[in-house]
């Protein structure tokens, strides 16, 4: 994975899933920096060592849920991206969102009705994940894709099979991305508060900087709904 950070002074700014994958690939480039005397504050879940800022993706995934089921869905279904490196499963926030999902169901009485599907956070990933759920028995009403880009897919496998969102069934995705708030998508999905990530990740790392026996800290920010246009009720 190609690597993305910013210098400041020195110290460095993470953005989220730009580390190498894998617990070993991660802990070594944090490693070296750190032997380096430098400073981090990493937009990522990794177990970092000077601090971080992330969204509560847990949260998120119930603001979603609920959202829904207050339009009366109750088949509520998932698409998730795939993963099978344990590290990564309890770092990135693909699984947190997926759990987050079924903790959502689960407290509102939708044990019965959870339905996961496992692509990956691409487009086609999102295309193909719609592909299996329009073959059930019974189709949800829902699809809570998570990421706007799988969401992006979703739609195109539901315009393809001549569905009408949010008539036929609704969508939405997670990240509030600049093509969710396109008129013609208008895409009901998640904010994930970046500014304020962004602001908190270089206060931390200048306060490191200032004070390089500074305890770490994590902080964990409340992202919120942007309801839009590819919601609505279900159909009778």
């Not at 990522?44 to 119930?62: I, K, M, N, P, Y």
């Not at 809570?144 to 995705?173: K, Q």
Request: with cysteine; net charge neutral.
């Amino acid at each position: 994975m190609p690597l993305s950070c910013r210098r400041a002074g020195s110290g460095f700014v993470v953005r989220h899933g730009a580390a190498p994958s894998g617990e070993v690939g991660g802990r070594l480039f944090l490693w070296h920096w750190s032997r380096q005397d430098l400073d981090l504050a990493a937009l990522a879940r990794l177990e970092l060592l000077q601090g971080s800022v992330t969204d509560d993706d847990v949260a998120g995934a119930s603001l979603v849920v609920g959202h829904l089921a207050g339009l009366g869905h109750r088949r509520i279904a998932h698409i998730e991206h795939h993963e099978t490196d344990p590290t990564r499963i309890a770092e990135m926030p693909n699984a947190q969102r997926a759990d987050g999902y079924r903790l959502a169901m689960r407290s509102l009485g939708l044990a019965a009705e959870i339905d996961v599907v496992s692509t990956s956070y691409t487009q086609r990933g999102g295309y193909e994940g719609a592909k299996e759920l329009l073959a059930r028995p019974r189709r949800p009403t829902a699809v809570f894709a998570g990421a706007d880009i799988v969401a992006m897919g979703v739609l195109e496998a539901f315009t393809e099979a001549g569905l009408s969102v949010p008539g036929d069934v609704s969508v939405t995705g997670y990240d509030d991305t600049t093509f969710a708030a396109f008129g013609p998508i208008s895409l009901t999905s998640v904010d994930q508060a970046g500014t304020e990530i962004g602001s908190n990740a270089a206060r931390l790392l200048l306060e490191r900087i200032a004070d390089r026996r500074k305890t770490s800290v994590q902080v964990k920010l409340s992202p919120s709904l942007v309801p839009r246009r590819t919601t609505a009720p279900p159909p009778e």
